[in-house]
């Protein structure tokens, strides 16, 4: 029988891009996608819809679809919804945490053993650091509103999985890039400055790591189906990002004014 996979945000920028590659494999996987559509939904996607079940909801708010999760109707939650622009998080804390919390929350605290569950954290949880990260000794310390909301999910992850003996993995995640962005962030910034011929672009030192939304949705892809979920207790992480050496702002700058 397919499995059957709830993405969650799965009409946004990372969801879309998962959504497709799910599609792909349509005939291990019977998918459902649950999205405020903020964004409403990208072409190619819209041209995918018979290949999947769409659900035009806000999970902060308990509804129907929370019910199907009770009773164990799903195999995987791809838990991508979330509120990501940190200014917009600055600005409006509480619908932030809404957004990133409550509604993570509510994925958990209706789950049955039954379902596993792939929570989009990232990796500003960690505190900045001026040497090579070290997973044992590295600190989860945010420095913006937007960690906060990520890690306190990662917090009730732990508690919940302990509780209801749930398999989870949280995926701190480097910075996605890729075509279908939602928010402009740092490359789409770039881009509108250059051809506005108006450069204002801050401390140019940070150091990122760019992963590609399609190797994003390639890794979740292989996770569900090679069934990871069967060597984790309760929670686990898992840093995803590309493994080269990260890129500083300037450089990015210079490679796309060149």
């Known amino acids: 029988m397919k499995k059957k996979i709830l993405i969650t945000g799965g009409a946004g920028f990372i969801g879309s891009a998962l959504s497709k590659n799910i599609i792909n494999h349509n005939k291990l996987f019977e998918l459902t996608i649950a999205d405020r559509l903020d964004f409403g939904i990208s072409p190619e996607l819209k041209n995918l819809k018979k290949y999947f079940k769409l659900i035009n909801t806000d999970l902060s708010i308990l509804s129907n679809i929370h019910n199907q ?10 838990n991508l919804a979330s509120l990501t622009h940190i200014p917009t998080c600055i600005l409006f804390p509480d619908f932030a945490y809404k957004c990133n919390t409550i509604l993570l929350l509510n994925l958990l605290d209706n789950m049955t053993s039954k379902t596993k569950l792939v929570n989009f954290s990232t990796s ?3 505190a900045p650091e001026n040497k090579r990260h070290d997973e044992k000794k590295s600190k989860l310390e945010p420095i913006d509103f937007y960690g906060w909301t990520k890690k306190h999910g990662e917090d009730l992850t732990n508690f919940y999985a302990k509780r ?11 910075n996605a890039a ?14 509108q400055q250059l051809k506005s011929s108006t450069i204002k ?5 940070p150091k990122r790591d760019f992963i590609h939304v399609d190797d994003i949705a390639w890794v979740i892809t292989k996770i569900i189906s090679r069934n990871i979920f069967k060597n984790i207790d309760n929670s686990d992480y898992l840093n995803l990002g590309t493994g080269y050496t990260p890129i500083s702002v ?7 004014a060149d």
């Open 69 to 78: 999760i009770k009773k164990g109707y799903f195999d995987f939650i791809i």
């Open 201 to 205: 672009l801050g401390n140019l030192t």
């Open 250 to 256: 300037k450089e990015i700058y210079d490679k796309i």
């Open 164 to 174: 209801k003996k749930l398999k989870i993995i949280n995926i701190r995640l480097a």
């Open 178 to 191: 890729g075509q279908g962005e939602t928010n402009t962030k740092l490359l789409g910034t770039i881009i």
């Open 124 to 126: 500003s949880t960690y």
